[in-house]
């Protein structure tokens, strides 16, 4: 049974402290996708990429967050310095992009990594 | 921009009931797709149903079914013979694919649907 994993599942860290966040997409998936969950703002997208490029990261605060995807089958995101306005799910998601419109277009969810920032 | 509206925060079914969840968008895509996900209390988030806007039939995955009116940018989601563990936040979505290259997921803000016995 294919699946997303992230790890860590859950992360507790002080103020100013760096955290990375990883996630292994769907074997032959071509897109992976970064979430961030919060009771005000709900499901934001961070980030995306495609065949490994970023394809947009504008929703993600590019001061202090990056996304990176060293190889095909790992995703980073890493916060440096953490706050604790960051404290939230995040959720890493995959998918099969193609170029028309058979492609999937549905994007399978990784379990989330709850971030606390004390 | 696209934008996903679900006007019930809250709704409650009796187990065995049917029950139904609304969903307005708006996209100036033709082609797009339209998604509803569950986040039990364990956070996953989870597929329950996918439809294709160029699709005019719809979409169903057992107990599940949408009602897709194009038209008036609706997405129904309705579950029949409610169970205990269908109780979870719904969130409806869409997102666009043309020509492959903008594959952006909106979500609405969801549901939260509890299931009674």
């Known amino acids: 049974d294919a699946r997303v994993t992230q790890t860590p599942r859950h992360k507790v860290t002080e103020m100013g402290q760096e955290v990375t966040m990883r996630c292994q997409p769907i074997l032959g998936h071509n897109t992976v996708f970064w979430y961030r969950q919060t009771m005000m703002q709900g499901l934001e997208l961070l980030a995306y990429f495609r065949n490994r490029a970023p394809l947009d990261d504008s929703g993600m605060p590019k001061d202090r967050f990056s996304a990176e995807m060293p190889d095909a089958t790992l995703a980073t995101l890493k916060i440096q310095p953490s706050e604790p306005r960051d404290s939230a799910v995040y959720f890493c998601?995959?998918?099969?992009?193609?170029?028309?419109?058979?492609?999937?277009?549905?994007?399978?969810f990784g379990p989330g990594t709850r971030l606390t920032v004390l | 921009a696209q934008t996903v509206t679900q006007s019930q925060p809250e709704m409650s079914v009796q187990e065995a009931e049917t029950v139904t969840l609304s969903c307005t968008y708006d996209?100036?895509?033709?082609?797009?797709?339209l998604f509803w996900y569950k986040q039990p209390p364990s956070r996953q988030m989870i597929l329950v149903i996918r439809q294709e806007a160029y699709k005019q039939q719809n979409a169903t995955e057992n107990r599940f079914s949408v009602n897709f009116q194009k038209a008036a940018k609706s997405f129904s989601l309705k579950i029949s013979d409610s169970q205990l563990g269908d109780t979870a936040m719904y969130f409806c979505a869409v997102t666009t694919n043309s020509g492959g290259s903008n594959y952006k997921l909106t979500f609405g803000k969801g549901t939260l649907l509890t299931v009674n016995p």
């Open positions: 998601a995959s998918g099969l992009a193609g170029t028309a419109r058979l492609s999937t277009d549905t994007q399978y």
């Open positions: 996209t100036s895509e033709n082609n797009y797709y």
